[in-house]
Every structure is written in structure tokens, then in C-alpha cells.
């Protein structure tokens, strides 16, 4: 399946494997897997991704690169990659701009980077060295936070912004991240997104998250808040018709359940492109 990365996305999980495969839903653009759910040799998961991947145009989208961290780059997860990105020919491979292990230890959290030149130099020359192995450049997403380093001398929009330019790489703007960090931090969340390099994003992402009033939490567990749509509408006229990825990880809900927002992300992308 060698279509374009275009219009509505939908997180692959397997609680919808079957149904996927069964209805094969037209609101459904493209595919988004987490890599690390299929860096294995065999199994049900390759089984059934090698049959929805005949179907749909497929990304990768890794938790796990730890691309800010301190230790050294895992030289058997990136050869893991770079094989099941051989085997499913993704249009891109991203993953996320933090740490997520330190001392040899995974957090498995996403967890915020000191946002300075020296980490911005840090990150960069590490994202090199995985777009050498690869063979390709990688997409970074921006993540959510709660918490600010005491090292910081730039802001969020900033250190992205940087990262992107000092690596020569591209660019997953989160929505819902944006709108959960600009929340806990006292930010413009409009400003953020328009200070970012239109020419390096190719992808969008929205999710849901829980809102306790003092904090902001993305949880992935709901459904899309209205005013993370409102934000996604500021996006789409900042960067354009940008492929638009439904993420749901957790309280996951039947595939039929998902598909109104997927055809809401749909509907507003092809009325942006009529537009244009």
C-alpha cells in the first residue's frame, strides 16, 4: 500500500484489529503504529499487522528512542527499528522529544528536557546519529509537561523550534500536548503553534486529557475536548491540511465509537483543502 500520508489517521491497537480488518472503515485514512509493539521476530502482532498494513498506508511512532537522554543510543532497538521499518515501509518514523531512561533505568514516561543551547546541541547530535542509521529523518513530537527545570533560558516554542532547525529534522505537532503544557504552565497555546517552522511539520496529533482545574493531565482517555478542537483549527491555519492522527490508549472504546471524531478530523480537512 504505497497511498500518501493524507486526510484523518487513527492509532492502530489491537482491540480493533478485527474490526479493521473486517470493515476496512473509508474515514480512515492511514494507520499509526507504536513501534515497540512490533519489534519482535513473530507472533499475533506482525500477523495482523502485515494484513491491515495491505490495506492502509501506515507510520511508525516510537516511546522509547529517549532521544534526550544521557546514555548512550541503543544500538539493538534502532537495528529493530530500521528492520520493521524494512518490513512495513512507513512514510515516517517518529518519536518524542524527551528522555525517557537515565542510568540504564526506563521511566516509561515521557519526561521533560533542560530547554538550553547545550541541550538543544545535545539532542541535535543524537538525532543525527539515528537519521545516519536509518537512513532517514525522523519526526519529533513535542510532549506534555508539568514541571520546569531550574536550567531552562528557553521556552517550549523556542527549544522545538531549534532542535528542528540544529538536527534537520521534522516536526509532530502534538495539539492536545500543546494545549495541556500551555495550561500547567500559563502559556499562550496560540503563540506556540505560531512560532513553530511551518516547513518541518508533517503531522498533527489530538487526544483527550482530564482536566482537575489546578493541572492538566494527558491521560489519552477520552475523547477530544472542544477546546483542543478550537486550538486544531488554529493549526490547520497556521501549517494547512495537515495528515491528522485520532490517538486513544487507554478506556478504549469500540472502533465504531472513534470513528465520529475521525470523520470530524476528516471533514475539516478536506473543507481546508476545498478552500485552498
Same mark, same amino acid.
Given at each position: ?192 503553534? @505560531? ?5 518541518? #511539520?508533517? &503531522? =498533527?496529533?489530538?487526544?483527550?486529557? /482530564?482536566?482537575? %482545574?489546578? $493541572?492538566?493531565?494527558?491521560?489519552? @482517555? ?5 477546546? #483542543?478542537? &478550537? =486550538?486544531?483549527?488554529?493549526?490547520? /491555519?497556521?501549517? %494547512?491540511? $495537515? ?14 465509537? =472513534? ?7 476528516? %471533514? ?9
Amino acid at each position: 500500500m504505497t497511498a500518501p500520508i493524507q486526510g484523518a489517521g487513527l492509532g492502530l491497537r489491537r482491540e480493533h484489529y478485527q474490526d479493521i480488518l473486517a470493515l476496512r472503515p473509508r474515514e480512515i485514512g492511514w494507520l499509526e503504529i507504536i513501534s515497540e509493539n512490533y519489534l519482535v521476530d513473530g507472533g499475533k502482532p506482525l500477523h495482523f499487522l502485515d494484513r491491515i498494513r495491505a490495506d492502509y498506508p501506515m507510520v511508525m511512532h516510537g516511546v522509547s528512542l529517549s532521544i534526550g537522554s544521557t546514555d548512550p543510543l541503543r544500538s539493538d532497538y534502532l537495528a529493530a527499528l530500521r528492520t520493521l521499518a524494512s518490513r512495513i515501509e512507513p512514510a515516517w518514523i517518529s518519536d518524542h522529544l524527551c528522555f525517557t531512561a537515565s542510568g540504564g533505568r526506563q521511566s516509561h514516561d515521557l519526561l521533560p528536557l533542560v530547554m538550553n543551547a547545550a541541550g538543544v546541541r545535545h539532542v541535535a547530535g543524537r538525532m543525527r546519529q539515528v537519521q545516519d542509521y536509518l537512513g532517514r529523518r525522523l519526526v519529533l513530537e513535542n510532549v506534555s509537561s508539568y514541571v520546569r527545570h531550574a536550567g531552562d533560558d528557553m521556552d517550549e516554542a523556542e527549544f522545538v523550534r531549534a532542535v528542528a532547525i540544529e538536527a534537520d529534522c521534522q516536526l509532530l505537532v502534538d495539539v492536545n500536548n500543546i494545549y495541556v503544557s500551555s495550561r500547567n504552565h500559563g502559556i499562550d497555546p496560540r503563540a506556540y503553534l @505560531d512560532r513553530l517552522p511551518a516547513e518541518r #511539520v508533517v &503531522q =498533527l496529533h489530538l487526544a483527550g486529557h /482530564q482536566d482537575l %482545574g489546578d $493541572i492538566v493531565i494527558d491521560t489519552h @482517555d477520552h475523547p477530544v475536548r472542544d477546546e #483542543v478542537w &478550537q =486550538l486544531y483549527d488554529h493549526a490547520l /491555519q497556521r501549517f %494547512g491540511a $495537515i495528515p491528522t492522527l485520532l490517538e486513544r490508549d487507554d478506556d478504549i472504546p469500540p472502533l465504531a465509537d =472513534l470513528l465520529p471524531e475521525v470523520r470530524r478530523i476528516g %471533514g475539516t480537512l478536506e473543507e481546508l483543502r476545498r478552500a485552498a
